[in-house]
């Protein structure tokens, strides 16, 4: 069984996407009221707890779960490809005797 790669990689960017958009929102409306940075706001322009910051960790987490997803897809084709002909090949020799 084949994976399509696009497919799949839509489908895990947006699971990823909807993963990503809750942490950030969850973390976002625990720390409304804390005064000093934590995490990634030591580094960045407060990547964790604005709104900007959460845009950019979405667009993130987009392009991550596609490229993951279509890498997983690619790589679990490739194998099941690999699996098929060896299948095959194993079946015709048994055949041939």
């Not at 409304?32 to 993130?60: E, F, H």
């Not at 490229?67 to 002909?85: E, H, P, V």
């Amino acid at each position: 069984m084949t994976l399509k790669a696009r497919t799949f990689a839509i489908t895990g960017s947006v699971l990823w996407l909807a993963g990503q958009t809750a942490l950030t929102w969850w973390a976002i409306r625990r720390d409304q009221n804390r005064k000093t940075p934590v995490g990634l706001d030591r580094i960045g322009r407060s990547l964790l707890t604005t709104v900007a910051g959460s845009v950019i960790g979405i667009a993130v987490a987009f392009a991550d779960g596609f490229a993951g997803g279509w890498l997983s897809a690619r790589t679990y084709s490739s194998i099941d490809r690999m699996a098929q002909a060896y299948c095959e090949q194993n079946d015709s020799k048994k055949g041939g005797k």
